[in-house]
């Protein structure tokens, strides 16, 4: 029974594990008993250990057979890790550079050695610090509109996109969390959810009653379920982007499966919103972080706008899938007629991402779990004044969406509740 060979590697047994595997070990260099070994993991779900040694580091990410944020009562399958190797390797593929390299996998073990991110810290902390980010526009759009074009229909034939799917589909667990901690819990009781009480209170009770609200969420549960359209990450907050000035690297792809191209996109824009919402709790002095907030919504537009540029030229150049023959659009008419189709999707597109950006910002004011953009404010009064702000634009781009025509009519929308 292999899966019975699983056992959760400790700071000792690792020293062992990683001894024993030569390439590894060279990189490392020197003594194995040299090697310093920290368990860094901040993240919900799984363990991950920073190795240094005499000439190199790595990182170690090992799945739980439970959720971490929870423990042993909230079981999750171990093969998270094989779905997030698997994610990580087709992303390295597509969009090089943009990920961290794989150096090792063990099925049995859930455990994954890559490549140790340093300088890089996790955006969102980078984030609260009031830190611009020259490069990430450029390499977020890059790493979106090529794993999510070159996974779809558009780029793919039938068949390599339905074996595709089916590499995925496992990865249900990881699905269903997403669909009861997003999509469900924080419109109705549930025993995890929680927010800034008292403060909130009303506003929490006001989502559990707004009929328009469960309409829109549920349709967006719906094309979550549904729309198997791309590859997708499933978990592009900016605490899955390790960044340093000159450099972005996309990390955690467990949530990956075969969805709808609007959730990974609307998790980024989300991700920014929160930061500027969040960002007047953070100020020492009033408008001491204007410039930061002026980025962050410049930022949001040209995520939408460079995205959408990247996704349109990969289309337009390599439109191959089965999707849109091309032989039902010779000529330069048909080249025309083709053109303008590409444009209504790429309306609908927008509108999928305003709705699942909504979605994930209303998630992390009362449900599960949290972000440290606006739980980093202290004064509670405060922090309940910024997640008020964002759920009131969330509110809105859900149940409006249709009013939100361009990336503007979003960040507008923002800098007014500001
Ligand atoms: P989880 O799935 O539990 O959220 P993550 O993959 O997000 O785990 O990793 C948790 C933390 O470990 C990250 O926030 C980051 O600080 C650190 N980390 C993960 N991968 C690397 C890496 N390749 N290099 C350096 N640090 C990393
Ligand atoms: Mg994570
Ligand atoms: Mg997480
Ligand atoms: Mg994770």
């Known amino acids: 029974d292999r899966a019975g060979d699983y056992r959760i590697l400790h700071e000792a047994d690792l020293r062992d594990y990683l001894a024993g595997l030569p390439d590894i070990a060279a990189l ?12 860094v993991g901040d993240g919900n779900l799984n363990l991950v250990f920073i190795v240094k040694g005499a000439s190199g580091g790595i990182a170690v990410k090992q799945a739980l057979p439970y959720v971490r944020l929870v423990g042993e009562s909230w079981p999750l399958p171990l093969s998270r890790a094989h779905y997030e190797y698997l994610a990580l390797s087709k992303q390295a593929q597509l969009a090089p550079g ?4 794989v150096l090792h996998h063990n099925e049995v073990l859930a455990l994954t050695v890559m490549e140790l991110l340093e300088p890089h810290i996790i955006m ?23 794993t999510l074009f070159f996974t779809s229909d558009l ?48 506003l929490a009770a006001s989502l559990r009653e707004d009929l328009e609200l469960h309409v829109a969420v549920s349709r967006l549960k719906l094309k979550f379920m549904a729309n198997p359209e791309a590859l997708i990450h499933g ?32 998790a980024v824009l989300a991700n920014l919103l929160m930061a500027y919402f969040a960002s007047a709790g953070h100020e020492r002095a009033p408008g001491d972080r204007a410039a930061f907030e002026a980025w962050v919504l410049e930022t949001v537009e040209q995520v939408w706008t460079e995205f959408a540029r990247k996704f349109l ?16 659009f010779a000529g330069e008419q048909g080249a025309a007629r083709l053109e303008a189709e590409r444009q209504s999707y790429m309306q609908r597109l927008f509108a999928d991402t305003v709705g699942f950006a909504a979605a994930k910002i209303i998630r992390r004011i009362f449900g599960l779990a949290h972000n440290i953009d606006f739980e980093l404010i202290e004064d509670p009064r405060t922090r309940a004044v910024s997640e008020a702000r964002a759920v009131r634009l969330a509110r ?23």
């Open 124 to 146: 969102r902390r980078g984030l609260v610090a009031a830190t611009r980010y020259p490069r990430f526009v450029e390499d977020i759009t890059t790493f979106m509109a090529r």
């Open 98 to 101: 943009l990920v961290p390299a």
């Open 155 to 202: 780029a793919l034939s039938a068949a390599e996109k339905k074996e595709a799917i089916a590499a995925f589909a496992g990865n249900h667990a990881l699905c269903k969390i997403t669909e009861d901690l997003i999509f469900t819990d924080p419109y109705r009781i549930a025993e995890q959810n929680r927010w800034t009480a008292p403060h909130l209170d009303g």
């Open 235 to 266: 978990d592009l907050h900016t605490g899955s982007i390790m960044v340093t000035d000159s450099q972005t690297r996309v990390i955690d792809p467990e949530f990956a499966f075969y969805g709808p191209v609007g959730f990974d996109v609307g």
């Open 396 to 418: 809105a781009m859900m149940v409006e969406t249709a009013s939100f025509r361009i990336i503007a009519d979003v960040t507008n929308a923002a800098r007014k509740l500001r």
């Open 313 to 328: 030229d990969l289309w337009r150049a390599g439109g191959t899938g089965d999707a849109y023959p091309v032989s039902l």
């Open 28 to 39: 490392l260099g020197g003594e194995a008993s040299s090697w310093a070994i920290t368990e």
